[in-house]
Nanobody, 121 residues
């Protein structure tokens, strides 16, 4: 069983910064990608940032490019999301997602419970 636990959400003023962390635990032979997604009230869940663990390649949603940075701390099986220059429109529940390959070669993905980020104007 794979468990993802997000932390680091909270309330911040516009222009401020927050760092989210996603700890990944479980028997995982290979993690392929880890991503951060967010969902605001009455809106669809959207990709914020994603990292491919093998190559280190990153991908960002257009609205966060230049402001957010995703990185992986391999030794701790943890992925962080540094969020700078936050805007009220960044307010949402942020979810961590891991796409991984199990011991028989099947592709799987799991989600964390989410962490609330609120940016006040």
């Amino acid at each position: 069983q794979v468990r993802l636990a997000e932390s680091g959400g909270g309330l911040v003023q516009a222009g401020g910064s927050l760092e989210l962390s996603c700890m990944i635990a479980g028997s995982i032979p290979r993690i392929n990608t880890v991503g951060w997604y967010r969902q605001a009230p009455a809106k669809q869940r959207e990709l914020v940032a994603q990292i491919t663990t093998g190559s280190g390649a990153t991908n960002y949603g257009d609205s966060v490019k230049g402001r957010f940075t995703i990185s992986r701390i391999n030794a701790k099986n943890m992925v962080s999301l540094q969020m700078n220059s936050l805007k009220p429109e960044d307010t949402a529940v942020y979810y961590c997602n891991a796409e991984w390959t199990d011991w028989v070669g099947l592709q799987r993905d799991d989600w964390g419970q989410g962490t609330q980020v609120t940016v006040s104007s």
